[in-house]
């Protein structure tokens, strides 16, 4: 293939591509701070949390924890060990099944959440949300539909992948 | 302010927020991985190369480039010295100015961003923009725009509040 036949991005993509990774970034950027500050843990804790709270029982297995938070078991056993020392959330043995492991949110973990919810959404809703026209929030849903089809299949299988390479980069 | 009084997200900005959410840490988490596996260089460093071969000169203050990545100039300052360990990035201080540091992009990793340009950008094109009629590309780039005019200020102060946090938390 020569250079000429590649595919880059036209000015217009390009731009959307730049204005949305900057504005994204920003944007986690600031919710993982006013997490931190007025709750005491970064964003990707707090949606640990609130996967937690929406289960039955307020526990998951933690292969279903790692994929309702798009992340690789080991980050994730990081991210639940620094969330048990907080008294946060607990974690022992699945029933009938020797290796696996659930994750269960604590009482304390529950009010942590509770406390912490108001102050997180107002600041999603004060920088996404209130600046949408009900066209733009179909739009920003229907795109991530379709981005979110495209990736289930190929992130499983990378999810996967991560978790076998672990053991050798020390993650 | 009683609990009814508060503007929680309704149903629909909910679905779509979790959508958004799941898919964009998806598809980001895949162009990670992506450009590791093939690259040797996780995306943040990527986007810096990026930053860097766009400038006068390819080279930024690091003040600057801080702003460009969204990054705090401490994380930054942890990025630049693995990309200088690399030989991708060299870094020397600023004419005129004992404190500012000037990074600048070196052949090789001039190179290496060339070689590393196609399997990102078809990584992009894959999963976010040929997925989008012209209609969604625009509504993504006025929702982008909307989010980056309102977050800008906002960032800069928090950004200048993280550098001098620094010091105390270890970053």
């Given at each position: 293939m020569t250079d000429s036949d590649f595919r880059w991005l036209t000015d217009e993509?390009?731009?959307?591509?730049?204005?949305?990774?900057?504005?994204?970034?920003?944007?986690?950027?600031?919710?993982?701070?006013?997490l931190r500050r007025d709750s005491g843990m970064p964003v990707a804790y707090y949606e640990i949390l609130v996967m937690l709270s929406e289960a039955p029982g307020?526990?998951?297995?933690?292969?279903?924890?790692?994929?309702?938070?798009?992340?690789?078991?080991?980050?994730?056993?990081?991210?639940?060990?620094?969330?048990?020392?907080?008294?946060?959330?607990?974690?022992?043995a699945a029933d009938g099944d020797r290796r696996g492991q659930v994750a269960t949110l604590t009482e304390t973990g529950y009010a942590t959440l509770v406390a912490a919810a108001p102050g997180h959404v107002t600041e999603v809703r004060t920088h996404l949300f209130d600046l949408l026209t009900p066209e733009q929030l179909k739009a920003l849903g229907d795109i991530a539909e379709s981005m979110g089809a495209k990736m289930r299949g190929v992130c499983e299988v990378e999810r996967a992948q991560d978790d076998e390479g672990c053991a050798d980069d020390g993650c």
């Amino acid at each position: 293939m020569t250079d000429s036949d590649f595919r880059w991005l036209t000015d217009e993509e390009q731009r959307v591509w730049r204005t949305f990774m900057q504005a994204y970034r920003d944007f986690n950027a600031h919710l993982d701070r006013q997490l931190r500050r007025d709750s005491g843990m970064p964003v990707a804790y707090y949606e640990i949390l609130v996967m937690l709270s929406e289960a039955p029982g307020r526990a998951l297995r933690m292969g279903e924890l790692a994929e309702k938070v798009s992340s690789s078991r080991s980050r994730l056993s990081h991210a639940v060990t620094a969330l048990e020392k907080s008294g946060y959330v607990s974690r022992c043995a699945a029933d009938g099944d020797r290796r696996g492991q659930v994750a269960t949110l604590t009482e304390t973990g529950y009010a942590t959440l509770v406390a912490a919810a108001p102050g997180h959404v107002t600041e999603v809703r004060t920088h996404l949300f209130d600046l949408l026209t009900p066209e733009q929030l179909k739009a920003l849903g229907d795109i991530a539909e379709s981005m979110g089809a495209k990736m289930r299949g190929v992130c499983e299988v990378e999810r996967a992948q991560d978790d076998e390479g672990c053991a050798d980069d020390g993650c």
